[in-house]
């Protein structure tokens, strides 16, 4: 049962029940807001998507739960940690968090004046954004289990980012944004870097970056039974992930396969690379999960520590400019991209999920390579035929 009244001048009242029979009341100021929400209600009903006002609850208590059931699966605890912040120090926050107001409380206005506060606050818009992702997830939990009828997260605008905003080579692969001339070192560069690494783990585990192109965390990851030194070839299987998933949790290495089926690849190793590897091995420490890049104690190695005690320090004994790991991956890219090699080919070794990708990250070298393609095309058009005879005259 459901009916609209006027209360006076201006001021609409609609009464309705849910399905158990519990009474509401909402107020407008004009008969055809009323109806328009009655209509939205009836509608919801029919489809069973309605939920009772009395058992909305608040985004806090969804979110916590939302939270806990992640805990349960197979995330890594860096996407957890992820999860935690957006959360703690941005929606839930008590400054400026979005409140604590009942879902139904929520809308698309309420969200997209969040983001922009947060813009204002010097949140980048790629920060602001993935926020914003976490809000939808605990929206789409909410109507998955009947406590919200709608997902305003996920209708809000999202704020558009601009290369120069990101601050990390790895971020900008993510996001498909091109990489920038600054983040990438020359050969002669890379050359410096070498020299000035310490022997050893640094210099082995930068030498063998720039030289595979892989990710940070697959080069921690790797395992000497990943190397076929027969026939030269590196496959890579898994990445390195640390991160806190409680406040006060000491943090834990876990190994992941990779994101996508392009991740796990193969790739050919020169003969250099594979005499120092073959050096290196004898060197490296023992460790229990046969990693190529452990710690002296032989458990796994944190990316912290090899930007700040082997890769920075380099750099600086070198006179470069500071860059991060994923520099290194870059560097290879580009370097292979100049040297003609196709998309196709250096997505492959970069583990891509389609050649868009690397073109569109790595957009400036692609545009700059030199090739004799079209000259070659040309000779193949204008060359004499082969048979004179069957020439058409002009």
């Given at each position: 049962?459901?009916?609209?009244?006027?209360?006076?001048?201006?001021?609409?009242?609609?009464?309705?029940?849910?399905?158990?029979?519990?009474?509401?009341?909402?107020?407008?100021?004009?008969?055809?807001?009323?109806?328009?929400?009655?209509?939205?209600?009836?509608?919801?009903?029919?489809?069973?998507?309605f939920v009772s006002p009395k058992d909305v609850p608040t985004f806090t208590a969804v979110a916590r739960d939302w939270l806990e059931g992640k805990k349960a699966?197979?995330?890594?605890?860096?996407?957890?940690?992820?999860?935690?912040?957006?959360?703690?120090?941005?929606?839930?926050?008590?400054?400026?968090?979005?409140?604590?107001?009942?879902?139904?409380?929520?809308?698309?206005?309420?969200?997209?004046?969040?983001?922009?506060?947060?813009?204002?606050?010097?949140?980048?818009?790629?920060?602001?954004?993935?926020?914003?992702?976490?809000?939808?997830?605990?929206?789409?939990?909410?109507?998955?289990?009947?406590?919200?009828?709608?997902?305003?997260?996920?209708?809000?605008?999202?704020?558009?980012?601009?290369?120069?905003?990101?601050?990390?080579?790895?971020?900008?692969?993510?996001?498909?944004?091109?990489?920038?001339e600054d983040e990438v070192l020359s050969p002669d560069e890379l050359n410096q870097l070498l020299q000035n690494a310490d022997a050893g783990f640094y210099r082995?585990?930068?030498?063998?970056?720039?030289?595979?192109?892989?990710?940070?965390?697959?080069?921690?990851?790797?395992?000497w039974s990943d190397f076929d030194f027969e026939a030269g070839k590196l496959t890579i299987r898994r990445s390195l992930s640390w991160a806190k998933v409680n406040?006060?949790?000491?943090?834990?290495?876990?190994?992941?396969?990779?994101?996508?089926?392009?991740?796990?690849?193969?790739?050919?190793?020169?003969?250099?690379?594979?005499?120092?590897?073959?050096?290196?091995?004898?060197?490296?420490?023992?460790?229990?999960?046969?990693?190529?890049?452990?710690?002296?104690?032989?458990?796994?190695?944190?990316?912290?520590?090899?930007?700040?005690?082997?890769?920075?320090?380099?750099?600086?004994?070198?006179?470069?400019?500071?860059?991060?790991?994923?520099?290194?991956?870059?560097?290879?890219?580009?370097?292979?991209?100049?040297?003609?090699?196709?998309?196709?080919?250096?997505?492959?070794?970069?583990?891509?999920?389609?050649?868009?990708?690397?073109?569109?990250?790595?957009?400036?070298?692609?545009?700059?390579?030199?090739?004799?393609?079209?000259?070659?095309?040309?000779?193949?058009?204008?060359?004499?035929?082969?048979?004179?005879?069957?020439?058409?005259?002009?």
């Amino acid at each position: 049962m459901a009916c609209i009244r006027k209360i006076e001048e201006g001021k609409y009242r609609v009464d309705y029940r849910d399905d158990r029979g519990d009474r509401f009341r909402k107020f407008f100021t004009t008969r055809k807001e009323a109806e328009s929400f009655l209509s939205d209600v009836r509608t919801k009903m029919d489809k069973g998507m309605f939920v009772s006002p009395k058992d909305v609850p608040t985004f806090t208590a969804v979110a916590r739960d939302w939270l806990e059931g992640k805990k349960a699966g197979n995330y890594r605890p860096s996407t957890l940690q992820s999860w935690r912040t957006h959360l703690d120090n941005h929606l839930l926050h008590e400054e400026h968090g979005i409140g604590h107001p009942r879902l139904n409380k929520i809308d698309v206005g309420v969200i997209e004046r969040f983001a922009q506060e947060r813009r204002a606050a010097d949140v980048s818009p790629q920060t602001v954004n993935k926020i914003l992702t976490t809000a939808t997830a605990v929206f789409r939990y909410a109507v998955r289990h009947k406590k919200s009828a709608t997902n305003p997260a996920a209708d809000a605008e999202r704020l558009k980012a601009g290369a120069e905003e990101l601050q990390d080579g790895e971020d900008a692969e993510r996001t498909g944004v091109e990489v920038q001339e600054d983040e990438v070192l020359s050969p002669d560069e890379l050359n410096q870097l070498l020299q000035n690494a310490d022997a050893g783990f640094y210099r082995t585990l930068f030498q063998t970056a720039a030289l595979t192109g892989a990710r940070h965390d697959e080069l921690l990851a790797l395992m000497w039974s990943d190397f076929d030194f027969e026939a030269g070839k590196l496959t890579i299987r898994r990445s390195l992930s640390w991160a806190k998933v409680n406040r006060d949790d000491a943090t834990e290495a876990k190994f992941f396969p990779p994101k996508t089926k392009a991740g796990r690849r193969t790739i050919d190793l020169p003969p250099e690379l594979l005499h120092v590897l073959k050096v290196w091995k004898l060197q490296c420490p023992p460790s229990d999960m046969d990693l190529v890049f452990p710690t002296p104690d032989g458990k796994p190695a944190h990316r912290s520590n090899v930007l700040r005690w082997g890769l920075y320090p380099a750099l600086e004994r070198a006179g470069l400019r500071r860059v991060h790991m994923h520099s290194l991956r870059h560097s290879f890219a580009s370097s292979l991209i100049m040297a003609g090699e196709p998309p196709t080919r250096v997505a492959n070794l970069l583990g891509h999920s389609s050649p868009a990708v690397t073109m569109r990250v790595y957009a400036h070298w692609f545009k700059d390579v030199k090739t004799e393609a079209i000259n070659n095309l040309a000779k193949q058009l204008f060359a004499p035929p082969k048979n004179p005879k069957q020439a058409k005259s002009a």
